[in-house]
T-cell receptor, first 114, second 109 residues
Framework: ETGVTQTPRHLVMGMTNKKSLKCEQH?????MYWYKQSAKKPLELMFV???????ENNSVPSRFSPECPNSSHLFLHLHTLQPEDSALYLC?????????????FGDGTRLSIL | RKEVEQDPGPFNVPEGATVAFNCTYS??????FFWYRQDCRKEPKLLMS???SGNEDGRFTAQLNRASQYISLLIRDSKLSDSATYLC??????????FGTGTSLTVIP
């Protein structure tokens, strides 16, 4: 059983919809991450939060907006997405954002944009 | 050049076989290395860290070759349950995580 839970597991939305992905970690970690995994591509890091502060934003379009209200919760707000945004979105956490800390992943949200 | 490169496979091996995967990385300053396992339509799960001295966990052995800039994963006595995609992860300066595209393994009865 994973210590990182994501909801919803599946999401289908139109390009004009607004939705949010939720991630919660029960591991007492201080760093949380959002990744995008598309078919046949490596995981792409989107955002990194450490102690609720965003420390990394890998040139992600503004239609993706993260929010980290506390060290246990992470949201990804979605607005006006494009068909190429259809992918598996994975949340991960680690003890802190220091070098060498392994990350623990949630089950992911499979997102389909119509 | 990609930060991390893996042979995507697929590797199809019989039960009981020994199989090895390599993963090359481009940044010589890379500091930490991991192998993750990802089952179909599931999240990646940490399999093992990779240390300079090499490390072993049961049937799995991971090694790092800094001179040639690659890491390897050896699986002995393959089980059907080992069928999955194996992702190598390289962490570079600034704690940048780079994932390989994964190597697909199918163990055949």
């Amino acid at each position: 059983e994973t210590g990182v839970t994501q909801t919803p597991r599946h999401l289908v939305m139109g390009m004009t919809n607004k939705k949010s992905l939720k991630c919660e970690q029960h591991l007492g970690h201080n760093a949380m991450y959002w990744y995008k995994q598309s078919a046949k591509k490596p995981l792409e890091l989107m955002f990194v939060y450490s102690l609720e502060e965003r420390v990394e934003n890998n040139s992600v379009p503004s239609r993706f907006s993260p929010e980290c209200p506390n060290s246990s919760h992470l949201f990804l707000h979605l607005h006006t997405l494009q068909p190429e945004d259809s992918a598996l979105y994975l949340c991960a956490s680690s003890q802190d954002s220091g070098v060498g800390q392994p990350q623990h992943f949630g089950d992911g949200t499979r997102l389909s944009i119509l | 050049r990609k930060e991390v490169e893996q042979d995507p496979g697929p590797f199809n091996v019989p039960e009981g076989a020994t199989v090895a995967f390599n993963c090359t990385y481009s940044n010589s300053a890379s500091q930490s290395f991991f192998w993750y396992r990802q089952d179909c339509r599931k999240e990646p799960k940490l399999l093992m860290s990779v240390y300079s001295s090499g490390n072993e966990d049961g049937r799995f052995t991971a090694q790092l070759n800094r001179a040639s800039q690659y890491i390897s994963l050896l699986i002995r006595d393959s089980k059907l349950s080992d069928s999955a995609t194996y992702l190598c992860v390289v962490i570079s300066h600034g704690n940048q995580f780079y994932f390989g595209t994964g190597t697909s393994l199918t163990v055949i009865p």
